[in-house]
């Protein structure tokens, strides 16, 4: 199994929801990271947890508050969104954090109201 | 300057010819990453390089860690190779990765 999944698919959400991003893998993979990619622009790395400890939060709004429950889990809860965070949410994998192929999930489209 | 380009932006080829795709990079890296996305958004990794030369199908990866630069090459085009490639580098020790701006690439029949 070499899939990462992702849901919802899609998601809208006005400014003062608060929701959650889940994301899956099953490959026992020590290295999680959640990007966000606007349309047209390469993806930005958000967050990275290595053995489910935070190891780089690129300067992400606390608006965004990831938490990685276990090896398998990795979620990015969501509040006081803005429009401008309407995006594409990527969670990728890998074996470790250093030098080891990415695995992506589909992404999930974000629409903030 | 961005730390990571990508050249062309932009590349137009005709069924069954060789593409080549650039990227340069300013920094030091432990790897460097290739990286294919379609339309929708699926992204798909092709390679991950520190040295040398890797090949996969048609595809084949080369990185000159001296001249800070790699290549992606695509043999024998086809219309299903369309989208965008994007070239992205290690820069720590704990996986994150820099994009360059990608290259959308349409194999036409």
């Known amino acids: 199994d070499t899939e990462v999944t992702q849901t919802p698919k899609h998601l809208v959400m006005g400014m003062t929801n608060k929701k959650s991003l889940k994301c899956e893998q099953h490959?026992?993979?020590?290295?999680m990271y959640w990007y966000k990619q606007k349309a047209k622009k390469p993806p930005e790395l958000m967050f990275v947890y290595s053995y489910e400890k935070l190891s780089i939060n690129e300067s992400v709004p606390s608006r965004f508050s990831p938490e990685c429950p276990n090896s398998s889990l990795l979620n990015l809860h969501l509040h006081a969104l803005q429009p401008e965070d309407s995006a594409l949410y990527l969670c990728?994998?890998?074996?470790?954090?250093?030098?080891?192929?990415?695995?992506f999930g589909p992404g999930t489209r974000l629409l903030v109201l | 300057k961005n730390e990571v380009e990508q050249s062309p932006q932009n590349l137009t080829a005709q069924e069954g010819e060789f593409i080549t795709i650039n990227c340069s990079y300013s920094?030091?890296?432990?790897?460097l990453h290739w990286l294919q996305q379609h339309p929708g958004g699926g992204i798909v990794s092709l390679f991950m390089l520190s040295s040398g030369k890797k090949k996969h199908g048609r595809l084949i990866a080369t990185i000159n860690i001296q001249e800070k630069h790699s290549s992606l090459h695509i043999t024998a085009s086809h219309p299903r190779d369309s989208a965008v490639y994007i070239c992205a580098v290690e820069k720590g020790s704990q996986g994150n990765l820099i994009f360059g701006k990608g290259t959308k690439l349409s194999v036409k029949p």
């Open positions: 920094v030091g890296i432990s790897a």
């Open positions: 490959m026992g993979h020590r290295a």
């Open positions: 990728a994998s890998s074996q470790v954090a250093v030098q080891e192929t990415q695995y």
